[in-house]
């Protein structure tokens, strides 16, 4: 079963930043993408950013220029560099990787912006 172990969340203040990683318990590379997903309260969950195996990564129009996905092969490790964070930015935040058809899924790591 894959792990993905998130941390780095946490309280900023609005115009922060902020580094969340997620270390996955098996090489990143045998999966095709992997990604950061957010849920807000009352909410759908929303995907922020996905850096697929090979190409570039894509973004949601809200974090564009803001925020910026890697990741570490040797490490197995994905990162989200969160800038200019703002209230809206307040979610839980969710590692994700996808292999032959399967999602799999962090437990969520809480960030909250004040104003």
């Known amino acids: 079963q894959v792990q993905l172990v998130e941390s780095g969340g946490g309280l900023v203040q609005a115009g922060g930043s902020l580094r969340l990683s997620c270390a996955a318990s098996?090489?990143?590379?045998?999966?095709?993408?992997m990604g950061w997903y957010r849920q807000a309260p009352g909410k759908q969950r929303e995907m922020v950013a996905r850096?697929?195996?090979?190409?570039?990564?894509n973004y949601a129009d809200s974090v564009k220029g803001r925020f910026t996905v890697s990741r570490d092969n040797a490490k197995n490790t994905v990162y989200l560099q969160m800038n200019s964070l703002k209230p809206e930015d307040t979610a839980v935040y969710y590692c994700n990787s996808f292999r032959l058809f399967r999602n799999y899924w962090g437990q969520g790591t809480q960030v909250t912006v004040a104003s």
């Open positions: 850096i697929p195996s090979g190409g570039d990564a």
């Open positions: 098996e090489s990143i590379s045998s999966f095709n993408h």
